[in-house]
């Protein structure tokens, strides 16, 4: 597609109930990231993936959040167990490029809003 | 780690008004620098970068010079309008993993 496409754009859910993102990259983009943004604060890094590769997850908060990108292209981050404190707009992110200086540049998707009631 | 800081807000100016939004970081590695912009209601999307010291960044009359000396890169305009009314977010890319400072939101008046 022409841009990152997200889905679902809301979810509602409740307490202890599983979701699942899932993000369309750009198509050709190497890299896909996913982070996290609560109101008023900036993207928070959650984890990324070269390829079908996940290169870092340092940035997911405990072991029920985990993600994936099977076949290189789209990526599905699934939450477990929901809290509350999970509530928060999740945003997926892709680029050209790898490492290195001179690239970086992210393109991002409008974002799942997920509440946790 | 990595972290950016930049300027609370919120900012309101007047239009043709002049703008700066500052913008300092730390970082182990040599960063890229970016600020990204949020409209209402859309995604966040590039406004500008820069990739090594002492470059500037520019695009729809916004400038950012990469200070590696004081490791700033702060957002100015000269004469701000009513559609530049957003959510500015300044970045640094170091190793492919890039890090957001909180965002910094601009109204614009007429």
């Known amino acids: 597609g022409a841009g990152v496409s997200q889905s679902p754009r809301y979810k509602v859910t409740k307490r202890g109930q599983d979701v699942a993102l899932r993000c369309d990259p750009i198509?050709?983009?190497?890299?896909l990231y996913w982070y996290r943004q609560a109101l008023g604060q900036g993207p928070e890094f959650l984890t990324y993936?070269?390829?079908?590769?996940?290169?870092?997850k340092s940035g997911l908060p405990n072991d029920r959040f985990s993600a994936e990108r099977p076949e290189g292209s789209i990526s599905t981050l699934t939450i477990q167990r929901t809290e509350q404190r999970d509530s928060a707009m999740y945003r997926c992110?892709?680029?050209?490029?790898?490492?290195?200086?001179?690239?970086?540049?992210?393109?991002f998707g409008e974002g799942s809003r997920l509440t946790v009631l | 780690g990595n972290s950016v800081t930049q300027m609370e807000g919120p900012v309101t100016l007047s239009e043709e008004a002049f703008l700066t939004i500052n913008c300092t970081y730390t970082?182990?590695?040599?960063?890229?620098l970016f600020w990204y912009v949020q409209y209402p209601g859309e995604g966040l999307q590039l406004l500008l970068k820069?990739?090594?010291?002492?470059d500037k960044g520019s695009n729809k009359g916004f400038e950012a010079t990469y200070r590696k000396e004081t490791t700033s890169f702060h957002l100015e305009k000269g004469s701000v309008q009513v559609s530049d009314s957003a959510v500015y977010f300044c970045?640094?890319?170091?190793?492919?993993?890039?890090?957001f400072g909180d965002g910094t939101t601009l109204t614009v008046k007429p």
């Open positions: 198509s050709g983009h190497v890299s």
């Open positions: 970045a640094l890319n170091d190793a492919g993993k890039s890090t």
């Open positions: 820069a990739t090594k010291a002492d």
């Open positions: 993936f070269n390829y079908e590769a996940q290169q870092d």
């Open positions: 970082a182990t590695g040599y960063p890229s």
């Open positions: 992110a892709s680029s050209l490029g790898t490492s290195g200086r001179g690239t970086g540049e992210l393109f």
